[in-house]
């Protein structure tokens, strides 16, 4: 008598079938290495084109902010001289300081004038 554990399962499938179908379908290890190094260059060559494409907007935005930064100091420097050379003027009409020092001031940098 056939106990549960004796029993062997019938699928229609011989051992020779199965180990056919094996050796047709079975990856071996050289070539999952060979499919993984692909994948790892694949992989390489979306890493290096992410790195290349983050330093060119990094680049960029750091440029746009040298330019922003430098034209806001231009700006700046020029509403302070403007008020220095007011001064200046304010200061020459009182007669306080010589028309010679006025000028000498008025040519100085960083916005040199040479005719006041």
Do not use: C, W
């Amino acid at each position: 008598m056939d106990t549960p554990l004796t029993k062997v399962p019938s699928y229609g499938v011989t051992n020779d079938e199965i180990m056919d179908f094996l050796k047709d379908k079975m990856v071996t290890k050289e070539e999952l290495g060979q499919k993984l190094e692909a994948q790892d260059q694949k992989f390489d060559q979306k890493i290096g084109k992410l790195k290349h494409d983050l330093m060119d907007y990094t680049d960029t935005r750091m440029e746009k902010l040298r330019f922003d930064i430098q034209g806001d100091i231009v700006t700046q420097s020029r509403k302070e001289d403007a008020k220095l050379i007011t001064l200046i003027e304010i200061l020459k009409n009182n007669r306080i300081i010589s028309e010679q020092d006025a000028s000498a001031l008025l040519r100085m940098e960083p916005f040199p004038r040479l005719r006041e």
